[in-house]
Protein backbone atom coordinates (compact mmCIF):
# COMPACT_ATOMS: atom_id res chain seq x y z
CA UNK A 1 0.00 0.00 0.00
CA UNK A 2 1.56 3.21 -1.00
CA UNK A 3 1.62 6.57 1.42
CA UNK A 4 0.42 10.25 -0.55
CA UNK A 5 3.94 10.98 -0.12
CA UNK A 6 4.91 7.76 -2.36
CA UNK A 7 2.46 8.07 -4.81
CA UNK A 8 3.77 12.14 -5.45
CA UNK A 9 7.23 10.34 -5.94
CA UNK A 10 5.95 8.31 -7.92
CA UNK A 11 3.75 10.79 -10.14
CA UNK A 12 0.79 9.29 -9.63
CA UNK A 13 -0.83 12.83 -10.15
CA UNK A 14 0.36 13.33 -13.42
CA UNK A 15 -0.92 11.39 -16.60
CA UNK A 16 0.17 12.02 -19.81
CA UNK A 17 -3.37 11.10 -21.71
CA UNK A 18 -1.88 11.01 -25.50
CA UNK A 19 -0.51 7.30 -24.45
CA UNK A 20 -3.65 4.97 -26.30
CA UNK A 21 -1.70 1.89 -27.22
CA UNK A 22 -2.76 -1.41 -26.02
CA UNK A 23 -0.41 -2.49 -23.66
CA UNK A 24 0.30 -6.22 -22.85
CA UNK A 25 3.06 -6.84 -20.08
CA UNK A 26 3.89 -10.58 -19.86
CA UNK A 27 2.33 -12.66 -17.38
CA UNK A 28 4.44 -13.21 -13.74
CA UNK A 29 3.67 -15.70 -11.73
CA UNK A 30 3.30 -15.20 -8.32
CA UNK A 31 6.13 -18.32 -7.14
CA UNK A 32 5.47 -20.10 -4.16
CA UNK A 33 8.71 -20.25 -3.20
CA UNK A 34 8.29 -16.00 -2.73
CA UNK A 35 4.85 -17.04 -0.73
CA UNK A 36 2.53 -17.10 -3.61
CA UNK A 37 0.26 -19.54 -4.60
CA UNK A 38 1.49 -20.19 -8.55
CA UNK A 39 -0.43 -18.04 -10.14
CA UNK A 40 0.12 -15.73 -13.07
CA UNK A 41 -1.11 -12.47 -13.30
CA UNK A 42 -1.32 -10.26 -16.35
CA UNK A 43 -1.38 -5.71 -15.89
CA UNK A 44 -3.12 -4.15 -19.09
CA UNK A 45 -2.98 -1.33 -19.92
CA UNK A 46 -5.76 -0.05 -22.52
CA UNK A 47 -5.02 3.29 -22.65
CA UNK A 48 -8.44 5.04 -22.61
CA UNK A 49 -11.26 3.90 -20.70
CA UNK A 50 -12.39 0.21 -20.83
CA UNK A 51 -15.84 -1.14 -19.73
CA UNK A 52 -15.69 -3.65 -16.37
CA UNK A 53 -17.36 -6.29 -19.00
CA UNK A 54 -15.03 -5.54 -21.76
CA UNK A 55 -11.95 -6.28 -19.35
CA UNK A 56 -13.57 -9.35 -18.62
CA UNK A 57 -14.24 -10.71 -21.72
CA UNK A 58 -10.45 -9.77 -23.19
CA UNK A 59 -9.45 -11.78 -20.13
CA UNK A 60 -11.27 -14.78 -20.70
CA UNK A 61 -10.42 -14.29 -24.32
CA UNK A 62 -6.72 -15.08 -23.66
CA UNK A 63 -7.73 -18.40 -22.89
CA UNK A 64 -8.50 -20.82 -20.19
CA UNK A 65 -7.79 -20.02 -16.77
CA UNK A 66 -7.77 -16.41 -17.61
CA UNK A 67 -10.19 -13.97 -15.87
CA UNK A 68 -10.06 -10.33 -14.09
CA UNK A 69 -8.04 -10.63 -10.90
CA UNK A 70 -8.99 -12.05 -7.58
CA UNK A 71 -7.46 -11.46 -4.75
CA UNK A 72 -7.32 -13.35 -1.61
CA UNK A 73 -4.75 -11.88 0.83
CA UNK A 74 -2.61 -9.12 1.40
CA UNK A 75 0.11 -11.08 -0.04
CA UNK A 76 -1.58 -11.15 -3.08
CA UNK A 77 -2.65 -7.21 -3.47
CA UNK A 78 0.57 -6.17 -2.53
CA UNK A 79 2.05 -8.72 -5.60
CA UNK A 80 -0.13 -7.37 -7.79
CA UNK A 81 0.21 -3.90 -6.77
CA UNK A 82 4.08 -3.78 -7.89
CA UNK A 83 2.85 -4.93 -11.57
CA UNK A 84 1.72 -1.48 -12.30
CA UNK A 85 1.79 0.56 -8.95
CA UNK A 86 4.56 2.70 -10.27
CA UNK A 87 3.55 2.49 -14.04
CA UNK A 88 1.41 6.10 -13.88
CA UNK A 89 -0.22 5.20 -17.78
CA UNK A 90 -2.39 2.75 -15.56
CA UNK A 91 -4.27 5.48 -13.97
CA UNK A 92 -6.87 7.77 -15.35
CA UNK A 93 -5.53 10.62 -13.09
CA UNK A 94 -7.16 13.35 -11.03
CA UNK A 95 -10.28 13.62 -13.02
CA UNK A 96 -13.21 14.53 -10.44
CA UNK A 97 -13.18 15.94 -7.05
CA UNK A 98 -13.81 13.78 -3.39
CA UNK A 99 -14.07 14.95 -0.27
CA UNK A 100 -10.65 12.86 0.55
CA UNK A 101 -9.07 14.77 -2.69
CA UNK A 102 -8.59 13.82 -5.75
CA UNK A 103 -8.94 10.31 -7.48
CA UNK A 104 -7.44 8.33 -9.99
CA UNK A 105 -9.17 5.69 -11.81
CA UNK A 106 -6.91 2.46 -11.44
CA UNK A 107 -6.87 -1.11 -13.24
CA UNK A 108 -10.37 -3.08 -12.97
CA UNK A 109 -10.16 -6.17 -10.28
CA UNK A 110 -12.79 -9.23 -10.85
CA UNK A 111 -14.89 -8.55 -8.42
CA UNK A 112 -18.75 -7.12 -8.50
CA UNK A 113 -21.15 -5.86 -6.54
CA UNK A 114 -25.21 -6.44 -7.49
CA UNK A 115 -26.50 -3.61 -5.13
CA UNK A 116 -25.25 -0.34 -3.22
CA UNK A 117 -24.64 -2.93 -0.07
CA UNK A 118 -21.48 -3.40 1.06
CA UNK A 119 -21.96 -7.08 1.71
CA UNK A 120 -22.57 -8.68 -1.31
CA UNK A 121 -19.38 -8.66 -2.86
CA UNK A 122 -18.46 -11.73 -5.71
CA UNK A 123 -15.36 -13.03 -7.18
CA UNK A 124 -16.11 -14.00 -10.68
CA UNK A 125 -14.48 -17.32 -9.87
CA UNK A 126 -17.06 -17.79 -7.25
CA UNK A 127 -13.84 -17.79 -4.56
CA UNK A 128 -15.12 -16.38 -0.91
CA UNK A 129 -15.01 -12.41 -0.72
CA UNK A 130 -12.92 -13.03 2.52
CA UNK A 131 -10.02 -10.32 1.70
CA UNK A 132 -10.80 -6.77 0.86
CA UNK A 133 -8.65 -3.59 0.48
CA UNK A 134 -10.82 -0.76 -0.02
CA UNK A 135 -9.37 2.87 0.71
CA UNK A 136 -11.01 5.21 3.43
CA UNK A 137 -14.67 5.61 1.92
CA UNK A 138 -14.81 2.78 -0.22
CA UNK A 139 -17.19 0.68 -1.06
CA UNK A 140 -19.81 3.40 -1.07
CA UNK A 141 -21.99 1.87 -3.33
CA UNK A 142 -23.45 3.91 -6.55
CA UNK A 143 -27.31 4.42 -6.32
CA UNK A 144 -28.96 1.97 -8.44
CA UNK A 145 -26.09 0.55 -10.06
CA UNK A 146 -24.33 -2.74 -10.33
CA UNK A 147 -20.98 -1.74 -8.92
CA UNK A 148 -17.35 -3.01 -9.98
CA UNK A 149 -14.16 -3.06 -7.98
CA UNK A 150 -10.79 -1.30 -9.28
CA UNK A 151 -7.20 -0.13 -7.82
CA UNK A 152 -7.75 3.87 -7.33
CA UNK A 153 -5.46 6.35 -5.83
CA UNK A 154 -6.05 9.00 -4.03
CA UNK A 155 -3.61 9.20 -0.36
CA UNK A 156 -2.91 5.74 -1.12
CA UNK A 157 -3.20 2.83 -3.54
CA UNK A 158 -6.61 1.01 -2.53
CA UNK A 159 -9.67 -0.25 -3.71
CA UNK A 160 -12.81 1.68 -5.08
CA UNK A 161 -16.31 0.74 -6.27
CA UNK A 162 -17.37 2.34 -9.46
CA UNK A 163 -19.91 1.82 -12.25
CA UNK A 164 -18.78 -0.05 -15.53
CA UNK A 165 -19.38 2.36 -18.37
CA UNK A 166 -18.74 5.40 -15.94
CA UNK A 167 -17.26 8.75 -17.97
CA UNK A 168 -14.03 7.66 -15.91
CA UNK A 169 -14.04 4.13 -15.86
CA UNK A 170 -10.14 2.89 -15.82
CA UNK A 171 -8.03 2.38 -18.61
CA UNK A 172 -6.31 -0.88 -17.25
CA UNK A 173 -7.04 -4.34 -15.87
CA UNK A 174 -5.64 -7.04 -14.17
CA UNK A 175 -5.81 -10.62 -15.68
Given at each position: MKTLQQLLVLGLWVVCPFFISLSHAVPVEWKAIDGGNGHLFEAVLVGNAITWEDAQAAAVAKGPGWHLATVTSS??????????????????????????????????????????????????????????????????????????????????VAWNDIPSGHSLSPQSYIL
Amino acid sequence: MKTLQQLLVLGLWVVCPFFISLSHAVPVEWKAIDGGNGHLFEAVLVGNAITWEDAQAAAVAKGPGWHLATVTSSGENNFIESLFASNTSFFNCCLFPFPLGRISSGPWLGGSSSTNASNDWAWVTGEPFGFADWGPTAPFGNGNHISYAEFAAARQVAWNDIPSGHSLSPQSYIL
